[in-house]
């Protein structure tokens, strides 16, 4: 049965995002996401910190899922 059976696995992250005030009229937005598993938290200044974190997290998901897969 274990070999018909279709892995489904899904991570939950949450985004939280602020408006920081620079001065002089500027605003940066600031972000903190967090894997909610395992509890890893990041702080970020741009899109792309947040996708690499995104990535770092999925990428070692999927590392664990196939060495449980080849146990």
């Known amino acids: 049965m274990d070999q018909h059976r279709i892995s489904h696995q899904s991570e939950l ?7 920081e005030d620079l001065g002089e009229g500027q605003v940066e937005w600031r ?7 395992s509890g890893e ?13 995104f990535a770092e997290v999925l990428t070692t998901q999927e590392a664990v899922a196939g060495l449980e897969h080849e146990t």
Request: net charge positive; charged share 20%; glycine share 4%.
């Open 13 to 19: 992250f949450t985004v939280r995002m602020w408006p």
């Open 31 to 37: 972000g903190k996401v967090q894997h909610a598993i």
């Open 41 to 53: 938290t990041r702080y970020f200044r741009d899109w792309s910190a947040l996708l690499a974190f």
